[in-house]
Structures are given as structure tokens and as C-alpha cells.
């Protein structure tokens, strides 16, 4: 079979999807020709300049690839060096533009299961969608050009997290992640925070289907109330009290999902297959009084229109933008943001009124954020991805690669409460062990799956002190030339690095 | 770094608790056989354990003869059996029930996870292993949890040709001694854990006298969870599971052997452990038992309450606790199930306490649920 080269995979751009369907049927039919896809990928990297840095320190260049990508591959530090990090973000922020295709073939196998209707789902055998929505992530992590954006669904994944292992979340978690979480993460934060309240899957994790007052002494079920303040808007110091809490779940009553079998809450709509999880107001399961939410009236009988209310009050109120801008801080600059950079996030959050771009683009013209290159240690799915990336690995994301992910306890979407991952860096230290052991696994390609190319990918970049610096995102310091001929394998060392660690 | 650092979480007191998960539903009315109960013989005319072939536990109940392993732990008061035990889920669905019990209820992520998450982060990054291809879900949302099939995953081996471990260890060391503060504490633990690990002989016969039987897998993985307690790298949670329970059709070529497999892993591994059996807990569980009516092919079809085993760790054991009802055709549920009078949590509740967890962690551990502890230690 004769394949087209990724250059004109590129060049074809939008018939890129229908040429997945057709040739790469599947990342194993892609895999399968492992040895011929290869070269053409090495072709390409042979195409372009694949200069690493120079400089001894982490520079501009290496600093914007590290915190708006997953870590860079091999010629990704010349092309953004020739276009600028100011050119590269705007690039970044604009992924529609951005051409997908390798991204579109090693997720083909899956499209199908991100473009059913959501009642469809429920086909598939209880175990096959939640590996779908592992496996998908790493994937694109991996092989996007878009990565600040799939940077950007991570930290929403975590920030409105769902767990699939709960009840019919596991049928549910995809249409969440197309609906919710891609279709805003670049987006504005108000419109995310309504599709996730009216997402099923939300519904589900956090009870909102169970959120029902059909006697006047039914206690509405506060789960999502809670978190809705708690973990996605005010914070929990955010100045909202226990009676928001109630109000707030007050408002809520009566929005669930169609059932297949009638457990009480979606009262006699037994649906049919197609509109199964589909999000439903019952207007008898709604408490229609007045009601009081931090501070700011509404009026009875509004009905649906509740919910309207609250997602305004919640998402204007001033604690949300500091809420989310200290979450960006600590995911983009460090640990213990500085203050002065998460007052001007907090503040570029409110003037734009959630708009995400706008945020970013502030946090990122930081001082701080220039300031701290080096400062962040990566978490473990950063660190599994950027390995991939940085080695041009090949992947099927199955169970070899998972298995790695699974010891070092963070498989994307296998987090069980909704606060999400944690974001710093002490809950993640010991996993030291499972990095090391992986970095070893995947330079000698000892991973099921996983297969890179370490000989010619050397020979590409022009040599060990290339692949040393192409890794590092600068020039190795004497020790730690060193050391990586003393190691005795210098890709494996340079994977389980400090510096390697870190971004 | 000294001998003397900790690498367990529970500081001073190290506790392992080893959850061995019988996957398929296990009859546990062939394991604790209610020999003295004309009923039984009754519901199970050709499958039924004999008085006589049993080894008496009380005036009820008798081990099958193939768990006379057992027998020791027993009489030592190191084993309690709990019978009616199961969960809630009445779909008789193995996937359902396993998936239900090992959430710990309708809730994300496991409740061993669970567990050690309210612990907080990790000192070792072997807190929590499963000898298994992959994670069970009971350890999901674990700090950090290995599935690893043998000790050997967890060395440091260079993979390129011509590479020398020592080589690559010393230069890692080397590269990980100008970090600061926690990452420089966390490269330290874990250079430990591996030196304790590689001191760890995997072909040293067993102590005081155990013997592993080499051709069963299970007591083999039973026999490395012992080495790992003994190296002290700071296991606080350990899963295994011994699977093929599902015996629907000729019952006995299936499970007897299978009973052997479990009887003498856990013999053996109690043997191995001697003195430190006392700070390890051993639980024994499955999805659901069997009904209690034989079917027409030797077999028994999906059932209820199953039968639950909690082996050291200072239990008060040589009883069946938490009640037996009798066999009455009257009492019995829907299709003729045993029905369930001992919730699992409220045997991994006690057991949970025993290893560290206070009420406030018991909580988050299992989530909406009356806890009624069984006196598993009174």
C-alpha cells in the first residue's frame, strides 16, 4: 500500500479526516506499518530545522514550550524559535486554524464513539468507553499541533471533574468531554460552567438527577449545589454559606436525565434508546418559590429559568475570578503563584467576563510567568506525554502505556472525587520510582505498544549532544554530560532527569 | 541513608492489609459448609459437604476438607468467617456486584483508594501493590498503586546493551543530589525502597518452614507480598486475586481445586510471616454467593450472601460471627439465595480501624452507609 507522506497529509488538510477513514483505519493498521510510518515521520523531521537551544538556561522559547504544550518534539524548539513565542501563542489560541490530521488518524478508531448520539452510547458494553476516553486523551495529548488547547481540556478535565466509574457516567463522560470541556476550553468560562450543569454526566457524578422536590417536605439533594461553589466557581473560602448551599439546590430541582428504568427521579419518562441521558426539566419536581443566592434575589415562578439565574450570579460573583485565575497561576507558573500575577489574571478574568483567551493571554504576559521557567514539576501524565513527544515515539495508548500511568496514579479520567487531580507537586513526588523505571522502558522500547526510533532519531538531530539539549530544552550543564556518559544510557537518564521532571 | 528510615506511612506501627478478591461469586456454602443443618443436605442432595469428610469449626459449620489448611488459624483464633456476606446489588450481575463492592458503594473510585488517599500523600512509592495485570478497581484513586506480576518489576534494570545497573544508578543518584527540599527527600525514599528491594533474595526459601507449592500461581504471588512486608518499603495495602469461582456446571472439578490453591497460599503465607502476621490482615471476598438449590448440571447459579474470611492482624478469630439465620426454605430470597446479613463495609470497617482509620476517614471511605462494625476484634 502506498502511504502519503505526512507532508501531504498536511497539504490535503481538510480531507485528512476522510483519508483516515479510508487508509489509516485504525492507529493499529497504522501501527502495523510501524517501520514505514517511521520514515516518514523522520522525513519530516529531516525537512525542517531541527536546531536545538543553545543557550545554557531555559530560554523564552524553551519556556512557552513548556507550559503551553506537553513538552516539545524534535524540531519544535527551531519552529518556534523562527515564528516567535508572541506569534506562537496566537497560533496556539486560534487551534481551528491549526491543521490536525496525525492527530485525526491516531484517534480515527475512536471518532466514532465522540460522534454518536448520546443514547447510542448506551450500546456499548459497560468496559469499552472508559479505555475510549483514556486512551483518546493521550493520543491527542501526544500528537496535537493544537496543545494548547488539549493543555487547556486537561486543566479542565480536572477543574469539572467526572469520574466514568460512577454509575451511567461511564456511557455519559464522552458526550461531557465533546460538549463541556473541548467545545470551551478555549472559550468563556460562563457558557462551560452552563453546559456542565446541564451536562448528563454532571448530572449523574454529582447527583443532580436526584435533585428533586415533589413534596413540600422532600429535602432537595445539595451534591452539586456544593461543588457547583465549592470547586467550580467561588472556592471554598469564597464568602457562600450553607443556606446558598440549599438555595442554590433549591433552584436546581427538577433538571434530570431520561432513564431507561424509572428509579424514582426521572419520574415515568421511559425513553427510548435514542433519547436516553437526555437532560429534561420536570417542572412538578421543581421548587418554584423565591429564593435568595448570595445575596441576590429570585423571584418565584421562574421554573427553568432558575438555573439561568444561578450560573449569572455564580459566575460573576468576584471570588469565581480569583478561584480561577490563583487554579491557572498554580497550573502555569507555580506551585505558590505570586500575588501580583494572580491579581492581574483575577482582574483580565472579570473585565472579559470569563473569556479564557483573553485570561490567558494576560497570565501569560506575566512578569512572573517569565520569571519562573524551570519552577513546575510535571505531573505524571506531563511527564509520560512529554517523553512520547519529545522521543517521537510512536503510541497506541493501550494497556503497556496505561499500565505506567496507572502506577504513577494519574490514567486521565480515573479520578474518583470532583476536585480533580491534584495540581502540585508534593502529592506527586512519590512517583519517582515509576518515572525512572519508564524512562528506561520507553528509551529501549520495552513498552507494549510504544515504539521509538532511538537510533535514527539520534542520527536526525545530528548526534547524543543534540538529543541531550532537544530533551533538555537547553544545553546539559558539565555534570550532566557527565553523567549521561557515565550512565551508560544516555536517553534513559536524560527521561528520568531532575530537569526532565520539570517545565 | 539509615536502616532505621521509615518508609511506611503508619510510622512505628506497620500495618499491611492484604484483600484477596475471589472473582466468579464463590459458594460459600461448599467453603463454611453448614454441615449440621438438615437443610442444607436437603437443597445440595449430590454437592453438598459430608459431616464427616468436614473439618468441624463449630456445632454448625465445617471447612471443606480441601481449606483443612486452614485448620491451624482456626484453632488459634487467628481466623474469623463471616457467612450472609455480600452487598447490596440484588442484579446477580458479576460485573455490577464487583464493580459496586469494590467502589464500596455508587461511588467513584475504590475504597481501598480510598483509603490510603485519606492518609495523605505517600511516603512510599510502594504503599499500595497489586500482584495482578492490572489494577482492581478497589485500589482506583490510590496516591500511587503498582499492578506488577512480579518483584522483579519494581527494580532498576538497564535496558541498552552494555549498560551496568550500578552505572546507571550512581549518575541518577548524582544528577538527583543537587535537588532541594521535598523532590531531593522523595529521590532519597525511593533509592531506599530499591535498596531494599534488590536486598530482597526472590529465591529465598520461605521462613519457619513454609512451603509455597510452586505450581500454583496464586501462593506464589502470596509468597512475594510476604517478602515485600518483610523488607519493610512501606506496603500499606496489598490486592490478589484468585479468579474461576463461576461454577454453574460441575461444581466440584472446578472449585476443589481451586480451594486447595486458596488454603494453602494462605497457610503458607501465615506460616511465612510468623510473628508479623500480627500487624497484617488478610480478607478474603467475593462478588456474591451461590444458590443455595444444586442445579440439574452439579452446579449452583448466581446467589446472594457468600461467604467472607478475615485471617490476623489481632482479630479474635476460631468464629463464625455476625449471625446464621439457618437454612429455612422460608428465609431465603428471591430465587432461594442466602440472603445478606453481613454487609461487606461493615466487615472492612473494623478492619479499616484496626490499620489506622478513624470515623472521620471511615466516612469518606464509605460514603452513605450506616456502618454497624462487626466485633471482628471483641
Known amino acids: ?503 | 541513608m539509615s536502616a532505621s528510615v521509615n518508609l511506611s506511612t503508619n510510622r512505628d506501627d506497620r500495618r499491611t492489609l492484604v484483600v484477596i478478591f475471589l472473582r466468579g461469586a464463590a459458594d460459600g456454602l461448599t467453603l463454611v459448609a453448614p454441615v449440621a443443618d438438615d437443610n442444607y443436605h436437603k437443597f445440595r442432595p449430590r454437592l453438598a459437604v459430608e459431616k464427616e469428610d468436614a473439618v468441624p469449626l463449630d456445632g454448625t459449620f465445617g471447612l471443606h476438607p480441601n481449606l483443612r489448611a486452614l485448620e491451624a488459624a482456626w484453632k488459634e483464633g487467628d481466623l474469623a468467617i463471616m457467612h450472609g456476606a455480600g452487598g447490596e446489588s440484588d442484579t446477580r450481575s458479576h460485573f455490577e456486584a464487583q464493580d459496586l463492592m469494590e467502589h464500596g458503594g455508587p461511588v467513584a473510585g475504590g475504597w481501598l483508594g480510598r483509603f490510603l488517599r485519606t492518609r495523605g500523600p505517600s511516603q512510599s512509592p510502594l504503599a499500595a501493590v497489586a500482584i495482578s495485570p492490572t489494577l482492581p478497581e478497589s485500589l482506583s484513586g490510590a496516591p500511587s498503586a503498582a499492578a506488577v506480576e512480579s518483584l522483579r518489576d519494581f527494580g532498576i534494570t538497564p535496558g541498552r546493551k552494555g549498560a551496568r545497573k550500578e552505572d546507571f544508578a550512581r549518575e541518577l543518584a548524582r544528577l538527583y543530589a543537587t535537588e532541594k527540599d521535598a523532590l531531593r527527600t522523595a529521590a532519597d525514599n525511593t533509592f531506599e525502597a530499591l535498596k531494599r528491594i534488590e536486598a530482597i533474595d526472590t529465591n529465598a526459601t520461605p521462613a519457619n518452614g513454609a512451603v509455597y507449592d510452586p505450581k500454583f500461581p496464586f501462593g506464589q504471588g502470596l509468597r512475594q507480598l510476604a517478602q515485600l512486608i518483610r523488607a519493610d518499603v512501606g506496603l500499606d495495602a496489598a490486592s490478589i486475586d484468585l479468579g474461576g469461582w463461576d461454577t454453574h456446571f460441575t461444581q466440584l472439578t472446578t472449585i476443589e481445586p481451586l480451594m486447595l490453591q486458596l488454603a494453602s497460599g494462605l497457610a503458607s503465607f501465615r506460616r511465612d510471616l510468623g510473628p508479623r502476621m500480627a500487624t497484617t490482615t488478610v480478607v478474603v471476598m467475593t462478588e456474591f454467593g451461590r444458590r443455595v438449590a444444586e442445579n440439574s448440571a452439579f452446579g449452583t447459579d448466581h446467589g446472594r450472601g457468600g461467604a467472607m474470611f478475615v485471617m490476623g492482624g489481632g482479630v479474635k478469630g476460631g468464629r463464625v460471627l455476625g449471625g446464621w439465620p439457618g437454612l429455612k426454605p422460608e428465609m431465603l430470597e428471591g430465587p432461594g439465595d442466602l440472603p445478606v446479613w453481613n454487609n461487606y463495609r461493615n466487615v472492612l470497617a473494623p478492619v479499616l480501624t484496626q490499620h489506622g482509620a478513624d470515623a472521620g476517614s471511615l466516612a469518606q471511605i464509605f460514603p452513605d452507609f450506616a456502618l454497624q462494625p462487626v466485633g471482628l476484634y471483641s
Request: aromatic share 8%; net charge neutral.
Open chain 1, 1 to 503: 500500500m502506498k502511504t502519503a507522506s505526512r507532508r501531504e497529509f498536511l497539504i490535503t488538510g481538510a480531507s485528512a479526516l476522510a483519508l483516515s477513514g479510508a487508509i489509516f483505519q485504525s492507529v493499529q493498521g497504522w501501527l502495523g506499518q510501524a517501520g514505514q510510518y517511521a520514515g516518514v515521520g523522520l522525513q519530516r523531521l529531516l525537512d525542517g530545522p531541527l536546531t536545538p537551544p543553545t543557550a545554557a538556561q531555559l530560554d523564552p522559547v524553551a519556556h512557552a514550550l513548556n507550559r503551553w504544550t506537553f513538552g516539545p518534539g524534535p524540531g519544535d524548539y527551531a519552529r518556534v524559535a523562527a515564528l516567535g513565542p508572541d506569534a506562537f501563542l496566537e497560533e496556539q489560541l486560534a487551534p481551528e486554524k491549526i491543521d490536525d490530521g496525525l492527530c485525526e488518524r491516531a484517534t480515527a478508531r475512536f471518532t466514532e464513539c465522540w460522534s454518536e448520539p448520546l443514547g447510542e452510547a448506551y450500546e456499548e458494553d459497560a468496559e469499552y468507553l472508559p479505555p475510549v476516553l483514556r486512551r483518546t486523551a493521550i493520543l491527542r495529548a501526544v500528537y496535537s499541533q493544537r496543545q494548547l488547547f488539549e493543555v487547556m481540556c486537561e486543566f479542565w478535565s480536572d477543574h469539572f471533574n467526572i469520574d466514568p466509574g460512577k454509575g451511567d457516567c461511564r456511557y455519559t463522560k464522552i458526550s461531557d468531554d465533546q460538549e463541556v470541556i473541548r467545545a470551551h476550553a478555549l472559550g468563556n468560562f460562563r457558557d462551560m460552567l452552563r453546559a456542565s450543569a446541564l451536562s448528563p454526566a454532571m448530572l449523574w457524578y454529582l447527583d443532580g438527577r436526584a435533585n428533586v422536590k415533589r413534596t413540600p417536605g422532600e429535602k432537595p439533594n445539595e451534591n452539586y449545589a456544593r461543588e457547583l461553589m465549592e470547586l467550580h466557581t467561588l472556592g471554598v473560602h469564597g464568602g457562600y454559606t450553607q443556606h446558598d448551599v440549599m438555595e442554590v439546590a433549591r433552584c436546581l430541582t427538577g433538571w434530570t436525565i431520561l432513564a431507561k428504568k424509572n428509579d424514582g427521579y426521572s419520574g415515568n419518562l421511559l425513553s427510548p434508546l435514542k433519547d436516553r441521558a437526555k437532560v429534561v426539566f420536570r417542572k412538578e419536581a421543581h421548587d418554584n418559590g423565591a429564593k435568595q443566592v448570595l445575596g441576590q434575589e429570585i423571584a418565584a415562578g421562574l421554573g427553568e429559568g432558575d438555573l439561568e439565574r444561578v450560573i449569572e450570579i455564580v459566575a460573576a460573583h468576584p471570588s469565581t475570578a480569583q478561584f480561577i485565575a490563583t487554579k491557572l497561576c498554580v497550573r502555569f507558573i507555580a506551585d505558590e503563584p505570586p500575588p501580583a500575577a494572580v491579581d492581574a489574571v483575577t482582574r483580565a478574568f472579570t473585565e472579559s467576563r470569563g473569556d479564557i483567551k483573553t485570561t490567558l493571554r494576560t497570565l501569560f504576559g506575566t512578569p512572573e510567568f517569565h520569571a519562573s521557567t524551570g519552577a513546575k514539576f510535571k505531573r505524571p501524565f506531563h511527564f509520560v506525554v512529554s517523553a512520547l513527544r519529545a522521543t517521537n515515539a510512536q503510541t497506541d495508548a493501550d494497556r503497556g502505556l496505561l499500565s505506567y500511568l496507572e502506577k504513577m496514579g494519574q490514567v486521565p479520567f480515573r479520578y474518583p472525587t470532583p476536585d480533580g487531580y491534584p495540581a502540585r507537586a508534593q502529592h506527586w513526588h512519590s512517583t519517582l520510582l515509576w518515572r525512572w523505571k519508564f524512562a528506561i522502558a520507553l528509551a529501549n522500547n520495552h513498552i507494549k505498544g510504544t515504539h521509538i526510533e532511538r537510533k535514527e532519531f539520534t542520527a536526525a538531530l545530528g548526534g547524543d549532544a543534540a538529543v541531550a539539549a532537544t530533551l533538555l530544552n537547553r544545553q546539559p550543564s558539565a555534570e550532566e554530560r557527565d553523567a549521561l556518559v557515565k550512565s551508560g544510557d544516555d536517553l534513559a537518564l536524560l527521561l528520568a532527569s531532575p530537569a526532565f521532571q520539570h517545565c
